[in-house]
T-cell receptor, first 115, second 113 residues
């Protein structure tokens, strides 16, 4: 158990809908990262938050957004869903940001299926 | 920009045989390197990390990796494969200039009885 929790575990929704994925980092970790894992694209970095502020963006679509709240949990919002958005979405947390060696601890993931 | 390549999307070994999973990176600055393992329907778990200390890094479950700067490699090895090692393995790189992790495409390891 990494200490990172993600809810829900599974989500099935229809095209055009909007969903919210939730992540709680390990106790004390200030950084939260979101990743998308699909068979054709592999593990893709989406976005990084540190202590409530966005730090870096990766391959995140404009239809997707995220935020990190004062209690450090994070939410990833996916809107106008398309079939191609079906994937595993992972959250990871780490103690620091930037110039550090802190590894990332991954949650169990949310499997999103868009029908 | 950083990048990671993993030679071989699928590797099969017999139980008890040597495991060798290859990782090559490119980074314009000294990298930090990581190996993660993903078991079916689970998240990624850290196996080991290189952070510019010893070039030979020992991790969990009997795995180790050697950082070779001249070859820009960080190959993962285990002397004797066990059935429980069957999983997907990801190599990742980050540098100390605030850039985020870049993961390789992964190598699926199968262990044959």
């Amino acid at each position: 158990d990494s200490g990172v929790t993600q809810t829900p575990k599974h989500l099935i929704t229809a095209t055009g809908q909007r969903v919210t994925l939730r992540c709680s980092p390990r106790s004390g970790d200030l950084s939260v990262y979101w990743y998308q894992q699909s068979l054709d694209q592999g593990l893709q970095f989406l976005i990084h938050y540190y202590n409530g502020e966005e730090r870096a963006k990766g391959n995140i679509l404009e239809r997707f957004s995220a935020q990190q709240f004062p209690d450090l949990h994070s939410e990833l919002n996916l809107s106008s869903l398309e079939l191609g958005d079906s994937a595993l979405y992972f959250c990871a947390s780490s103690a620091g940001q930037g110039a550090d060696t802190y590894e990332q601890y991954f949650g169990p993931g949310t499997r999103l299926t868009v029908t | 920009a950083q990048s990671v390549t993993q030679l071989g999307s699928h590797v099969s070994v017999s139980e008890g045989a040597l495991v060798l999973l290859r990782c090559n990176y490119s980074s314009s600055v000294p990298p930090y390197l990581f190996w993660y393992v993903q078991y079916p329907n689970q998240g990624l778990q850290l196996l080991l990390k290189y952070t510019s200390a010893a070039t030979l890094v020992k991790g969990i479950n009997g795995f180790e990796a050697e950082f070779k700067k001249s070859e820009t490699s960080f190959h993962l090895t285990k002397p004797s494969a066990h059935m429980s090692d069957a999983a997907e393995y990801f190599c990742a790189v980050r540098n100390n200039y605030g850039q985020n992790f870049v993961f390789g495409p992964g190598t699926r390891l199968s262990v044959l009885p």
